[in-house]
């Protein structure tokens, strides 16, 4: 996740108006839109104000590690990895629930084939009944438009 991803993801998670981080942090009218579309990044003085204001460190803010580790809470590395064997088992647990969702949708499609088949064969039918019907109707049209003098 890049920066512009990660302090969007963070405004969303933290429930933050990117005006309020403007106001909060005294940064100028377009400067949090220039982040979060990455046309601009912030300088290291902004970086470390956007740490200390997210209370999470300066490679998770640049997406160089994936777990928000707090200023004030040391890890360890027993901790650290725990914390990142639960965030592995949260986002399986995503991707399990994901999967999930996709063979109930996948289940859908199949059965919506299965009635289009059924349709189409249906179409078909109708289709040849049709087609039978107005064979014979133009036989019987030919015949009686055919003069009776020339019957035999």
């Known amino acids: 996740m890049d920066f512009p991803e990660r302090l969007s993801a963070l405004l969303h998670e933290r429930d933050i108006t990117a005006y309020r981080l403007r106001k909060d942090l005294k940064l100028g009218n377009s400067v949090v839109a220039y982040w979060l579309d990455g046309t601009k990044y912030p300088d290291g003085k902004n970086l470390i104000g956007l740490a200390d204001y997210f209370d999470v460190s300066l490679d998770y803010l640049v997406g160089r ?5 707090q200023k004030g809470f040391p890890m360890n590395n027993d901790e650290k990895i725990l914390s ?3 965030t592995v088992v949260s986002r399986l647990d995503a991707i399990e629930a994901n999967q999930a969702d996709l ?17 189409t064969e249906e179409i078909r039918s109708a289709t040849n009944t049709l087609l039978d019907w107005a064979e014979r109707a133009e036989i019987v049209t030919k015949v009686k438009l055919v003069p009776r003098s020339n019957q035999m």
Do not use: G
Request: hydrophobic share 40%; charged share 50%; proline share 4%.
């Open 65 to 69: 590690d994936d777990i928000p580790i």
């Open 84 to 86: 990142v064997l639960e």
């Open 103 to 119: 063979k109930a949708e996948l289940s859908y499609v199949k059965e919506d084939i299965e009635i289009i088949k059924e349709d």
